[in-house]
C-alpha cells in the first residue's frame, strides 16, 4: 500500500508532462493510456511459445541487447519475444535494431492494478531485465503467474546498494522475486548478494561488450561519403553529446585543418536548438538538408541509429557525456569495436568498467577540453592512429564468451 501511494504522489507529479505529450504527441496518446492499464496493449502471440518478456530501459540497454536477442532467437525460434523500452529514444532504438521481436511497448507504469491488467493479458514464461530498473509490483504479480525473472548485464551502483541497505525487509522482498543474476563484474555480484541467494548470482560479463556491429562494405562507405560530401579530409564524430558539450567542443575544434565534423546529440529533441546555437559558432548543415550547405564544417545528425556508420566513416571518435560532470559517460567502446579509436572526458564516473578497460588497452585517451585539439592534432598522426587502430582490433577478441555464458544460463532458466 505504501509502495502504491508513493507511486501515485510520483505520478502526480509527472502529470502535467504526461497530459502535455498526450495533448500534442498523438503518437504516444495510446502509449501512455496502455502504460496506465486504461487501453490494452494487444499481445498476439498466438501458438509461439516460449513467451519472453526483454526490458531494456534506454538506448544503451537496447543496444546491449543486440547480439543477444539473436543469439537467443536461434535458440528459440518459435518464441514470441515482448520488448519494452522506458525512454522514447530506447523504443526506437529498440524497433530499428531489434527487430527479430515481436512486439515493442513502453514499459508500464507499476501500480498493483496496471500491472495485473497487463497480465491478464500476456503470461510469459520469461522476463529478463538488462543491468537494472526493477519494479516492485511487476516482479511480484509476474512471480504470482508463475513467470521466471532473470537480470543479465546485471549491475548495481554503490549508492543503489546503500539505497536498498537501508530498506532491508522491502529489498529482500523485491529481489527475492528474481530467479537468477548474471552480473557484469564480482563487485555486482557481491552487491546483489545483499540482497539475494548468492546461489542465484554468477558474473557472466558486460553484454555490451559481446555485440557484433555491421561492417560495411567499401561501396556502403564511399556512399556515405558522398553524401556528406567528405573527399580528403578526415573525419571526427563527436557522439552522445549533452548541453552545453556541443558548444564547448565546437568551440575548441572549428579551427582544425582539413577536418570534417559530424556531431550527435543524444537527445532527439535537442536537435534543432543545437543546430541554431552552433550555426553562430561555424558554417554546420543538418544532416537531413546536406545538399543546401554540402561544404559546412559541421554536420549535424538529426538521425537515429547511424552512429555505427558514422563511426566506420571516422578516424577518431569522441564520447561525450563526460566533458560535464552531471551525466558519467556513455558507452566509449561502441567506436572502438569497429576499430575506430576513442577520446572522451574526465568524467566517466558512471562507465568506470570501460573507461579502465580503454585505457588499459591503449585503443582511446582521456583528454581535457583544454587540451583536446592539441591531443587530436597528434593522434591524427599517421604512425599514432595506426597504434590506436591496431590496439582496438586486439580488444574486442578478448570478450568472445560473454555472450555464449549468458544465453547459456538463460536457455538453462528456461528449461527448469
Known amino acids: 500500500m505504501i509502495y502504491n501511494f508513493l507511486l501515485f504522489i510520483y505520478l502526480l507529479i509527472s502529470l502535467p508532462k504526461a497530459i502535455f505529450v498526450y495533448i500534442f504527441y498523438k503518437k504516444k496518446k495510446s502509449d501512455i493510456l496502455k502504460r496506465l492499464g486504461l487501453k490494452s496493449y494487444n499481445f498476439n502471440p498466438q501458438y509461439k511459445r516460449p513467451i519472453i518478456w526483454i526490458h531494456a530501459v534506454s538506448l544503451g540497454e537496447t543496444k546491449a541487447a543486440i547480439s543477444f536477442l539473436k543469439r537467443l532467437k536461434d535458440k528459440h525460434p518459435s518464441s514470441y519475444i515482448i520488448i519494452s523500452s522506458t525512454t522514447e529514444t530506447g523504443h526506437i532504438e529498440a524497433k530499428k535494431s531489434l527487430f527479430l521481436a515481436d512486439k515493442f511497448i513502453f514499459f508500464p507504469f507499476d501500480f498493483s492494478f496496471t500491472i495485473r491488467k497487463v497480465f491478464s493479458q500476456i503470461k510469459p514464461n520469461l522476463i529478463i531485465f538488462l543491468e537494472t530498473d526493477f519494479w516492485y509490483n511487476f516482479m511480484k ?41 548474471l552480473a557484469q563484474n564480482e563487485q555486482y555480484r557481491k552487491r546483489f548478494s545483499n540482497f539475494l541467494d548468492p546461489k542465484k548470482i554468477f558474473v557472466t560479463g558486460n553484454l555490451k561488450l559481446s555485440n557484433s556491429f555491421e561492417i560495411l562494405s567499401k561501396d556502403a562507405l564511399d556512399k556515405w561519403k558522398s553524401k556528406l560530401n567528405i573527399k580528403d579530409q578526415k573525419v571526427i564524430t563527436i557522439a552522445s553529446t549533452h548541453s552545453p558539450e556541443e558548444e564547448l567542443l565546437i568551440n575548441e575544434l572549428k579551427n582544425l585543418p582539413n577536418i570534417k565534423i559530424l556531431i550527435a546529440p543524444r537527445h532527439p529533441e535537442r536537435f534543432i536548438s543545437v543546430y541554431n546555437q552552433l550555426k553562430k559558432i561555424t558554417t554546420i548543415s543538418l544532416l537531413s538538408e546536406i545538399s543546401k550547405k554540402p561544404n559546412s564544417k559541421v554536420i549535424l545528425i538529426d538521425e537515429m541509429g547511424i552512429l555505427n556508420t558514422l563511426y566506420q566513416l571516422s578516424s577518431l571518435a569522441i564520447v561525450a557525456g563526460s566533458f560535464i560532470d552531471r551525466v558519467g559517460g556513455h558507452n566509449i567502446l561502441e567506436p572502438i569495436f569497429v576499430k575506430t579509436p576513442v577520446f572522451f572526458g574526465p568524467n566517466m564516473f558512471s562507465q568506470l568498467e570501460f573507461k579502465k578497460i580503454v585505457l588499459d588497452s591503449k585503443s582511446g585517451k582521456e583528454v581535457h577540453l583544454k587540451n583536446i ?20 582490433s586486439k580488444l574486442k577478441k578478448n570478450y568472445q564468451n560473454i555472450l555464449e555464458n549468458t544465453t547459456s544460463k538463460i536457455t538453462n532458466l528456461l528449461s527448469i
Open 141 to 181: 504479480i509476474a512471480k504470482e503467474n508463475r513467470s521466471k525473472i532473470a537480470v543479465i548485464s546485471a549491475k548495481i551502483s554503490k549508492r543503489s546498494t546503500s539505497n536498498f541497505l537501508k530498506f532491508l525487509k522491502f529489498s529482500k522482498g523485491l529481489f527475492s522475486n528474481i530467479d537468477l543474476i
Open 373 to 392: 585539439k592539441t591531443e587530436i592534432s597528434k593522434y591524427l598522426d599517421k604512425d599514432n592512429l595506426s597504434k590506436l587502430i591496431d590496439n582496438c
